[in-house]
């Protein structure tokens, strides 16, 4: 014969509390299973009511809204400048100058893309506002030194390749490049750095088994694609060394 337990009655937490308890919303019911038979079935449903205060809920209203309020007071205030700190160029100057870079590589035509980089950093952080030579205190002047072009690591998988022969899969592009900030009124340099970056492009890819030719324009197009991307990467770790710690 089973044995089985008898339902507990309902029990309130404030119990005898009435006039606590008007104010009290609806209740929040809680059933929690703890009589079991023999053979494991329930038998047992104990049901708990919670009575909860409606000041506490008006509380918790009153703290998320001022929490909410402050929040966007600090986005509106702090705004893009999150990023950047309280970043300065060395000896606190406001205006700086930023000419052409000069460009001792092979690879024609990307000092645009450094200098066009180097400005659109500054224009974004607000450390400094570029103007002409004329009217500036300070000159940033930058040089690309050198690119190198290398066959990477990646190897044809063509078995009708011939003897002794590679077909790359894969170049690596490594830009150099220096700047130095000089100050007009006694031509000082006030801060230099060096920069040297390298990336990986896929090489044309060939699409049958028989090696005959390749999009040679694809070649040209991905390097400078490879080199603008190398242009931005390095000159905004540029910016951000040559405006930390003054």
Not at 130 to 144: E, Q, Y
Not at 156 to 174: D, H
Not at 175 to 203: N, P
Request: glycine content about 6%; charged content about 25%.
């Amino acid at each position: 014969m089973k044995n089985r337990l008898r339902q507990s009655p309902q029990h309130s937490l404030w119990k005898g509390n009435r006039a606590w308890r008007q104010k009290a919303v609806r209740p929040l019911v809680l059933h929690i299973s703890v009589a079991t038979d023999l053979e494991g079935e329930v038998n047992g449903i104990f049901r708990i009511e919670k009575a909860v205060d409606p000041d506490y809920f008006q509380s918790v209203k009153r703290t998320l809204g001022l929490l909410i309020i402050l929040n966007a007071f600090f986005v509106t205030s702090c705004g893009y400048n999150w990023g950047f700190g309280d970043r300065e160029l060395p000896g606190g100057y406001r205006e700086v100058a930023i000419p052409m870079f000069k460009n001792e590589s092979t690879e024609v035509g990307i000092e645009a893309d450094f200098t066009r980089s180097l400005i659109q950093r500054f224009e974004r952080s607000q450390v400094a506002v570029v103007k002409d030579k004329d009217h500036a205190p300070l000159v940033l002047r930058g040089t690309i030194t050198k690119v190198d072009v290398v066959r990477g690591l990646g190897a044809s998988k063509i078995n009708q390749l011939p003897t002794r022969a590679v077909l790359n899969t894969e170049y690596v592009v490594t830009a150099h490049s220096t700047l130095s900030l000089v100050r007009q009124s006694d031509q000082k340099v006030l801060w230099s750095g060096s920069f040297e970056k390298s990336k990986v492009y896929l090489a044309p890819r060939i699409g049958t088994e028989v090696v005959n030719s390749a999009n040679a324009l694809y070649n040209s197009s991905e390097r400078r694609l490879t080199l603008t991307s190398l242009a931005d990467e390095m000159m905004r770790e540029a910016h951000d060394r040559m405006t930390e710690s003054f």
